[in-house]
């Protein structure tokens, strides 16, 4: 299993609409979590940090449920300019046998919203 | 604006050449950061950890002697691709935690993007 799946899309959705996206991990200790956007050939930028008791801002609310280990992120009335591909990023365990403080990446779900 | 600034945004080179990339923190002090490198349609993978004032972590896989990596100060950390060749064309990326500790999320700089012919 990978350490963290998402579904890569594309979505191709109409402006306005409402997009959800899903996201497992597989280390159950797993100690914070995130969503970043990264635009084509550019570099991630943190959308939002995921916690326990969900947390919305604006247009995107982003929820964790440790015990399935799954993370959402639910975009609202999407915009032109949310074109992306998003990404579920997952910062281990200090156990982990990595490096401490690193990240774990998913591959992205790609996000297109049309006029 | 950017708080972890990179240098430079492209490189094009001749197999065998050396490739130093830079990564900087702006307005903060960063003991560690990372390196990272995305293939195409791949996700983000750490390649090592930066340590100032100590020697650099490697992920599995990753060769050190050709991947040389400095962090001579708080705010500067260098990755050095070392004779490299057309397969580490690549997009390499630093990173560094702006504010709470090794769990908080971190910040990208503009990444260096590497074609070896």
């Known amino acids: 299993r990978k350490e963290v799946e998402q579904d890569p899309g594309p979505f191709n959705v109409p402006e306005g609409a409402t997009v959800a996206f899903n996201c497992t991990y597989s280390?159950?200790?797993?100690?914070?979590f995130f969503w970043y956007r990264q635009d084509c050939r550019k570099e991630p930028k943190l959308l939002m940090s995921?916690?326990?008791s969900g947390n919305e801002d604006g247009r995107f609310t982003a929820q964790l449920n440790r015990a399935s280990q799954y993370i959402s992120l639910l975009i609202r009335d999407s915009k032109l300019s949310d074109s992306a591909t998003y990404l579920c990023v997952v910062n281990p365990s200090l156990n982990y046998g990595g490096s401490q403080g690193n990240l774990i990446f998913g591959k992205g779900t790609k996000l297109s919203v049309k006029p | 604006g950017a708080v972890v600034s990179q240098h430079p945004s492209w490189v094009i080179c001749k197999s065998g050449t050396s490739v130093k990339i830079e990564c900087r923190s702006l307005?903060?002090?960063?003991?560690?950061m990372f390196w990272y490198r995305q293939f195409p349609k791949q996700s983000l993978m750490l390649m090592a950890t930066?340590?100032?004032?100590?020697?650099?972590?490697?992920e599995q896989g990753v060769e050190k002697d050709k991947f040389l990596i400095n962090h001579a100060s708080l705010t500067l950390s260098t990755l050095t691709v070392t004779s490299a060749h057309p397969e580490d064309s690549s997009f390499y990326i630093c990173?560094?935690?702006?504010?709470?500790?090794?769990?908080?999320?971190?910040?990208f700089g503009d990444g260096t993007r590497l074609s070896i012919l």
């Open positions: 307005d903060f002090q960063a003991t560690t």
């Open positions: 280390n159950s200790a797993s100690q914070s």
């Open positions: 990173s560094a935690p702006l504010g709470g500790g090794d769990l908080g999320p971190q910040h």
């Open positions: 930066s340590n100032e004032g100590s020697k650099a972590t490697y």
């Open positions: 995921v916690y326990s």
